[in-house]
Every structure is written in C-alpha cells, then in structure tokens.
C-alpha cells in the first residue's frame, strides 16, 4: 500500500487510530451503512475497533477531506483473495466506498474512485474493476456512472453482511474501456 494519494480536494491516506472519532462521527448515521450492507457504529471504541480490523486491510483508505484535515468516509480496492462481493477473476478487483451525510452530493467520492481506479489499472497492473450495491443505494449507482463504470449483471437473493437478503447490481469497467475514457479527459 502507498502511503497517500493526493487528489483536488482529498488525501487518500492509511486509517489511523487518531481516525476513531471522526470514524464515529460519520458511520453511526443509519444513512450510511445499512444502505451499503453494515451496521451503524455504535461508539467510539466500535469505530476503533474497525480500524484495527476490517479498515486494516491492504489497499483501504481514509478519505481525508483537505480543507478540514479529517477523515470523512473510506474507499477500499478489494482483491479475489478478500472480503468482496463480485464473482473476480484474479486480475481483477473491486472498489467499495462510501462518505459522511454532509458530504453528499459534493463530487468527492467520484474524485477518490478515479483515483483508485487509475491506481487498479496504472500501478496494480488489473484488467478489470468492478463496484457493487444493493437496490434501491442509488446515489453509490451514480457514482459509478459518473466514473465511466458500466452495468454488468444483478444477483438476486444475496445475503448482506447485515443478515438480510437484498438485491445486488454490478458494474464493471475494463481497462480498455479506462484507456479510451481516460485519454477523452
């Protein structure tokens, strides 16, 4: 993993310990997770406890917003060899995400997944990227239309890490597909 990304906006950085309270602050809104298949975070420690565990995977990330110098949501490359939700084969991954309320609706999170895709595709050598969520999550849909992804299938009757049973779509974009969009820019 690299230590951080640099974009416009945002530092995409290794989660830290001192993160926990800012960890907290977004994800115990039931706006955040539920949608995206997790529960919310129930306190301080909980949040901590994530950091040390599940944000402690390679390639997961702080989105870290510039202007305030605080963690405001987490975007993640998982690989075939992790916790991940589409069929990959092992040349390629998956991309998960998300960012507090208050930063909805800003163009953040497209400016981080482009920066996570161009890392899948320029420094990890992947040919493919994909990125998943369950129906009815379509602010993370448009996400993924505006970084160029394109509808791959829908699988009916997943369970989500929270125990229930939802509906997932999948998009998907090649490498291929990345160069010619990437050379539009």
């Given amino acids: 993993m690299i230590k951080e990304i640099v974009t416009g906006r945002l ?10 309270e800012a960890l907290y602050k977004y994800a115990q809104d039931p706006a955040i997770g539920p949608i995206a298949g997790w529960p919310p975070h129930t306190s301080v420690e909980d949040s901590l406890n994530i950091i040390r565990t599940v944000f402690a995977a390679p390639e997961t990330y702080a989105v870290v917003l510039k202007e305030i110098n605080e963690a405001v949501g987490s975007i993640g490359i998982m690989f075939n060899d992790s916790l991940h939700s589409a069929d990959m084969q092992a040349n390629e991954a998956e991309i998960g995400y998300w960012i507090g309320k208050p930063y909805w609706g800003q163009g953040l999170i497209p400016e981080a997944v482009r920066c996570l895709v161009r890392r899948c595709f320029e420094d990890l050598g992947l040919s493919a990227v994909w990125c998943g969520y369950y129906d009815g999550n379509v602010k993370s849909r448009r ?4 970084c160029g992804f394109r509808f791959h299938h829908t ?9 229930d049973v939802r ?7 090649t490498k291929e597909e990345w160069l010619k969009t990437s050379k539009e820019d």
């Fill in 11 to 20: 530092i995409l950085r290794p989660w830290q310990e001192s993160d926990a």
């Fill in 143 to 146: 996400v993924m239309d505006k």
């Fill in 155 to 163: 699988e009916k009757g997943k369970t989500s890490p929270l125990g």
């Fill in 167 to 173: 509906t997932e779509h999948f998009m998907r974009m």
